[in-house]
């Protein structure tokens, strides 16, 4: 089947077999590998996407039921004046080692910026209490978005 949404800012269209998840869709078939896929069950965030305002994770979302949507994926969240604030604080912080969970984590800190003011240090745990990240011990992640 074919799928139409808009992602990134950009209205695309592919062919997608059933069952194929959004993640999959991003990765394989539009030459998007930032979304990264560490688990495919939902439990680590590393592919996590904005769909329709929603922070999801793409994996567990099926390619078919994005048609019509709109999808921001890492790759939409910087634009030509350069990194996102969220990115610049992780990076400025320290805050990312071997790299697999940063994009999924950016994902979340854009969302909660997007939706949240000036959030606390609590509300950026809860943000990304879905994102696991193996290396940092989140401190310096921690660090740099609570500097924003
Ligand atoms: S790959 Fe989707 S949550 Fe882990
Ligand atoms: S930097 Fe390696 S998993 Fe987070």
Redesign the pocket.
């Known amino acids: 089947m074919i799928v139409t949404f808009d992602l990134n800012g950009e209205s695309v269209s592919t062919r997608v077999v059933l069952a194929t998840s959004l ?1 999959s869709m991003l990765r394989d078939e539009l030459g998007l590998p930032g979304s990264k ?11 996590s996407v904005i769909l329709d305002g929603e922070l999801v ?4 979302v099926m390619a078919a039921d994005v048609e019509g949507s709109v999808v921001t994926t890492v790759e939409g969240v910087a634009d030509e004046a350069g990194l996102h604030p969220v990115q610049q604080a992780i990076l400025d912080a320290g805050g990312v080692q071997c790299g697999f969970c940063t994009p999924g984590i950016v994902v979340a800190a854009k969302d909660l910026f997007d939706r949240v003011d000036s959030p606390t240090a609590d509300d950026i745990k809860e943000a990304l209490a879905g994102n696991i990240c193996r290396c940092t011990g989140y401190g310096a992640i921690l660090r740099g978005l609570e500097s924003l």
């Open positions: 993640l896929n560490a688990c495919e069950e939902g439990e680590c965030g590393s592919c994770c793409s994996c567990l």
